[in-house]
T-cell receptor, first 109, second 113 residues
Framework: DQQVKQNSPSLSVQEGRISILNCDYT??????FLWYKKYPAEGPTFLIS?????DKNEDGRFTVFLNKSAKHLSLHIVPSQPGDSAVYFC????????FGSGTQLTVLP | NAGVTQTPKFQVLKTGQSMTLQCAQD?????MYWYRQDPGMGLRLIYY???????DKGEVPNGYNVSRLNKREFSLRLESAAPSQTSVYFC????????????FGAGTRLSVL
């Protein structure tokens, strides 16, 4: 039973446009959410997080939105750059993180 | 600026062999974690150590053992490797048990034949 789901295995966008990556969760006890980025042959690196007391958090080109009633979060990247091409994982939890299966983002020049 | 260091980077084992994956962090973090990543399945928690001297099972602990050697080091042991343990293994550490931003090593790619 996957508690954190990323239903799109891949996404392609043009350079300069917006990338939107989606994540759904089923456990209503989750109150902290994170996004990680992973390049090939490297470990995941932390990107941005959001607490359930907020519905939006921004950091430069990256914004995470949280819709608690829908149990849905999304990561927006604006504008997208070729260097953003990577696998993006969403994760949820506090003391133990539960990860989604990842979305491969490809930004086309 | 080493962060989290994992050794080895690659390993090939035969079924039934044993090995230990090493992990060390230099960020003075209390908590450390071992994950495995399989295609299409994201990262799954094997074991974790909330602080020096404690270890607990995660989602997929069967076939593994861990040792928190000191605050810096957390090792993962496969006593009798099986082909189902072919995976990429990641170690992570965190300095805040509650707001759990984890920092990952580069991974160990393990093949069990």
């Amino acid at each position: 039973d996957q508690q954190v789901k990323q239903n799109s295995p891949s996404l392609s966008v043009q350079e300069g446009r917006i990338s939107i990556l989606n994540c759904d969760y089923t456990n209503s006890m989750f109150d902290y959410f994170l996004w990680y980025k992973k390049y090939p042959a490297e470990g995941p690196t932390f990107l941005i997080s959001i607490s359930s007391i907020k519905d939006k958090n921004e950091d430069g080109r990256f914004t995470v939105f949280l819709n608690k009633s829908a149990k849905h979060l999304s990561l927006h990247i604006v504008p997208s750059q070729p260097g953003d091409s990577a696998v993006y994982f969403c994760a949820a939890g506090r003391r133990q993180l539960t990860f989604g299966s990842g979305t491969q983002l490809t930004v086309l020049p | 600026n080493a962060g989290v260091t994992q050794t080895p980077k690659f390993q090939v084992l035969k079924t039934g062999q044993s090995m230990t994956l090493q992990c060390a962090q230099d960020m003075n973090h209390n908590s450390m974690y071992w994950y495995r990543q399989d295609p299409g399945m994201g990262l799954r928690l094997i074991y974790y150590s909330a602080s020096e001297g404690t270890t607990d099972k995660g989602e997929v602990p069967n076939g593994y053992n861990v040792s928190r050697l000191n605050k810096r080091e957390f090792s993962l042991r496969l006593e009798s490797a099986a082909p189902s343990q072919t995976s990429v293994y990641f170690c992570a550490s965190s300095g805040n048990w509650d707001v759990n931003i984890q920092y990952f090593g580069a991974g160990t790619r393990l093949s069990v034949l």
